[in-house]
């Protein structure tokens, strides 16, 4: 599945190839979000525009709507939204730890009521794998338990040892039951909260179960950032390096680049839509809220370093119209021009790499965008 191409001379940063059923990724990448089958105001056109590798889709939403019937009598997810390249699909176990209101967790699995109509429905890990199948995603995800921030030691050990016996339990169900013509990827997933003795746990209790991939879970829910990171400190050092490391749920800009130079190879997040669709744009220097009024007159793009077709033909000021009259086409460019942004930071990330350039890329990068992580 992965193939290592080279490492950056003077950070743990890496290149690498994702070979999957439906295409190669270059690595490190950034995948878009489409929680229901589609980034939110994107085509998929506009996504093959910019060349987006792969999309993340949601287990959790899709088993809601359209349902498993219609994603099969589809063929699959990929055949269903039309898109011909790769997939990952998240288990459902984030909506485990938002959705406290609406669920129940056991031994056996996670009990929760639909958040659209009430419907009592049932999670095991055997049941996500099956579900995961069924939406033909190329790399899948297990259930787990996130444990939330702050949280006691014991919440933090329960979630260590039901995330390894629920990962034991997918693994042995991909492995004995799922279909083999599919060539589907599925990662283990380490959780231990903000404790390093839990994380180190954690992490070889997964790697002994044997995965295809390996993600650093529970991150991006309320910790400080410093907190964040120190996950990497304690968990990269015990990955393998002939295997993919995804940082889940990571993040803004100057995080993603900083966790390429720890030896991260995959990423996703849903910032850039959801803060297109609230008018804030990310640019090379920082975040902007294009709806404010000091863009009203402002006749230049959003980013000046940017290529983007929004960049090279709209200004500012004319989107902060858009914006603030309502009209969806606002949301639609910044949203554009955010995503476009992150997988070209990817590509641009991936050049640095390659020529040994990774370290003052960063500090140009972080210095520039006037990150903290400096």
Aim: aromatic content about 12%; some cysteine; charged content about 25%.
């Amino acid at each position: 599945m992965y193939q290592l191409i080279k490492k950056d001379k003077n950070t743990k940063a890496r290149l690498g190839i994702v070979t999957t059923e439906h295409g190669q990724i270059e690595a490190p990448f950034f995948m878009p979000v489409g929680t229901n089958g589609t980034v939110k105001s994107l085509t998929f056109e506009d996504l093959l525009g910019f060349d987006s590798q792969v999309v993340l889709s949601n287990t959790y939403h899709l088993f809601l709507r359209p349902g498993m019937d219609v994603i099969k009598n589809a063929k699959g997810l990929h055949k269903f939204v039309n898109w011909e390249r790769p997939i990952l699909t998240d288990s459902g176990g984030y909506q485990v730890f938002s959705l406290t209101k609406f669920r129940k967790i056991s031994d056996e699995g996670v009990e929760f009521r639909s958040h659209i109509d009430g419907a009592l429905c049932f999670f095991t890990p055997e049941k996500v794998v099956e579900i995961e199948e069924v939406i033909g995603a190329d790399m899948i995800m297990p259930l787990d338990v996130c444990a939330p921030y702050p949280c006691e030691r014991k919440e933090a050990i329960q979630s260590v040892e039901r995330t390894t016996q629920w990962a034991k339990r997918s693994r042995e169900y991909f492995l004995n039951n799922c279909n083999k013509n599919k060539k589907q990827f599925l990662f283990g997933i380490i959780q231990g909260a903000t404790y390093k003795d839990l994380r180190e746990r954690s992490a070889q209790e997964i790697l002994s179960v044997g995965f295809d991939g390996y993600a650093v879970g529970g991150v991006s829910v309320g910790e400080p950032v410093e907190e964040m990171f120190k996950t990497l400190d304690w968990v990269m050092p015990i990955l393998p390096e002939d295997k993919p490391r995804y940082f889940m749920g990571i993040g803004l800009p100057d995080q993603i680049v900083k966790a390429v130079s720890e030896g991260i190879d995959m990423f996703d997040t849903c910032i850039p839509t959801r803060y297109g669709r609230h008018g804030t744009a990310l640019t090379s220097t920082g975040k902007y809220i294009v709806k404010n009024s000091e863009y009203s007159n402002d006749l230049g793009p959003i980013d000046k370093n940017c290529d983007c077709r929004v960049c090279q033909k709209y200004s500012c000021s004319y989107i902060r119209h858009l914006l603030n009259v309502g009209e969806i086409l606002g949301l639609h460019m910044v949203s554009y021009h955010n995503v476009y942004f992150y997988v070209n930071l990817m590509r641009r990330i991936r050049a640095a790499i390659k020529e040994d350039r990774y370290q003052q890329f960063m500090e140009d990068f972080l210095k520039q965008y006037g990150s903290d992580l400096i």
